[in-house]
């Protein structure tokens, strides 16, 4: 698509979805009533989205694995993006948990000085808390389970067995590798139709959630939602920011723009899944090759939850200073490398980040029970108002993550990146074709 053959404005999808959460957010404080009817928009976009999630996984994967010289290549990559993802996870949290030490440790964080909130706590939600555990969640009960079951890291590992045994067939397995990249491009245009629901799915989601939560727990929680989002931006400032400046020799910023429309349709719904597979198209558009995409999105939609990871840490130790534990570096060792095991392997939707926090903190068993279930009632009333923080952070994370693996794998087409992010070119979308 040429400069010159640019869509008109009002057809452009970050302004429809930027227009229908402040449309969301405005009926949801004025019509508080009538808009909590409308939860069944964001709920059903988001499913449409998560329908497709795991067919485009299979295919880009399949496909991208088809591609290489071997399967020696895939498990380099895959490794590679691995050791990435704990290096990244790590930093997060000791960073988070700095943080949370010198802004959250005022006396205001007391219980007694925080107004309680109304509103029904989630108390249940599967966590992972040991090794085996968590590897056992990855295996399928079936081929097709999943698929059905929704859990990203099961379909990752049915489509590196698959394409495992396609490899073996000694290039006779090309009928298939071509029906799989016709089922994909189908998928990527099933996709396209999909993502033109996005405001309608936005909309509905934010008026929801502001006449569910509204803003006066901003008033209640207003540092640490502050403090939050502040270590979000200097997290991605400088880190992500210095990943790609001194590493990737590409412009964050002009990434950051590139990603706008993901990016909003993350603040409307918060959930990284609705723009999964327009991350991955994204991506390979940019320069990115296929087999590093399909390996290194899916796998860093589990393992790679920077947000996430942020979040955690600071809600960890403010929780300590709220119900006034006082924590051994041991203690706080221990909380950390909980949270490094249960938080992988978790959907990319909102409430999966809280259920985690709140098993973890009840497992470590150093809380008073009385005062934890407090803490965590107030941090559920502006659950959704972090919720933007935690996957904008984790989709950027996510998108700097692939570009890094492939320039760490010297497969970077860096004369397409640079024209497409510098906006001198048009990215070719296969959901747009």
């Given at each position: 698509m040429s400069k010159s053959a640019k869509k008109p404005f009002y057809k452009d999808l970050f302004l429809q979805v930027a227009m229908a959460a402040v449309l969301g957010i405005f009926i949801g404080?004025?019509?508080p009533a009538e808009a909590a009817s409308l939860k069944p928009l964001g709920d059903g976009f988001i499913a449409l989205i998560r329908m497709m999630i795991g067919p485009i996984i299979f295919c880009t994967i399949v496909g991208g694995i088809a591609g290489m010289d071997s399967l020696k290549h895939a498990g380099r990559v895959g490794i590679k993006a691995l050791l990435y993802f704990e290096i990244l996870t790590v930093v997060v949290?000791?960073?988070?948990?700095?943080t949370a030490h010198l802004f959250l440790s005022h006396p205001n964080i007391a219980l007694t000085k925080i107004a309680m909130p109304s509103g029904i706590l989630p108390t249940s939600g599967e966590v992972h808390t040991t090794l085996i555990e968590f590897i056992m969640n990855i295996i399928p009960h079936t081929f097709?389970?999943?698929?059905?079951d929704g859990q990203i890291l099961q379909v990752v590992l049915t489509a590196l067995l698959f394409s495992a045994g396609l490899t073996m067939m000694n290039g006779s397995g090309g009928k298939?590798?071509?029906a799989v990249g016709l089922f994909s491009n189908t998928v990527f245009n099933i996709i396209g139709l999909i993502v033109k629901l996005a405001p309608i799915g936005v909309f509905g989601a934010m008026a929801y959630s502001v006449s569910k939560f509204g803003v006066a727990s901003l008033q209640n929680l207003g540092l640490l939602i502050a403090v939050f989002f502040s270590a979000c931006i200097?997290?991605?400032?400088?880190?992500?920011?210095?990943?790609?400046?001194?590493?990737?020799?590409l412009s964050l910023w002009q990434f950051i723009r590139y990603l706008a429309e993901e990016i909003m349709i993350c603040f409307g719904t918060a959930s990284s899944e609705t723009v999964?597979?327009?991350?991955?198209?994204?991506?390979?558009?940019?320069?990115c090759p296929k087999e590093v995409v399909?390996?290194?999105?899916?796998?860093?939609?589990?393992?790679?939850?920077?947000?996430?990871?942020?979040?955690?840490?600071?809600?960890?130790?403010?929780?300590?200073?709220a119900t006034g534990v006082d924590l051994t570096l041991g203690q706080e060792a221990t909380i950390l490398g909980l949270l490094m095991i249960t938080s992988k392997g978790t959907a990319a939707v909102y409430g999966t980040a809280f259920i985690i926090l709140s098993g973890t903190l009840n497992a470590m068993k150093i809380f008073p029970e009385e005062k934890l279930a407090v803490v965590l009632a107030l941090l559920f009333s502006i659950d959704r108002i972090m919720a933007p923080g935690r996957v904008i952070t984790n989709l950027i994370g996510n998108g700097v993550a692939t570009i890094l693996i492939a320039k760490w794998e010297g497969m970077l087409d860096y004369a397409t990146a640079r024209s497409i992010l510098s906006g001198n070119k048009e990215p070719e979308l296969?959901?747009?074709?």
């Open positions: 404080h004025f019509f949290l000791v960073m988070g948990a700095v097709f389970s999943a698929f059905t298939i590798v071509r200097v997290f991605v400032i400088l880190v992500l920011g210095a990943t790609m400046r001194f590493y990737c020799k999964l597979p327009r991350l991955m198209d994204k991506l390979m558009a940019l320069g399909g390996m290194v999105v899916p796998t860093g939609y589990s393992f790679n939850l920077t947000g996430t990871g942020l979040y955690l840490a600071l809600a960890a130790i403010f929780s300590a200073y296969m959901e747009e074709v």
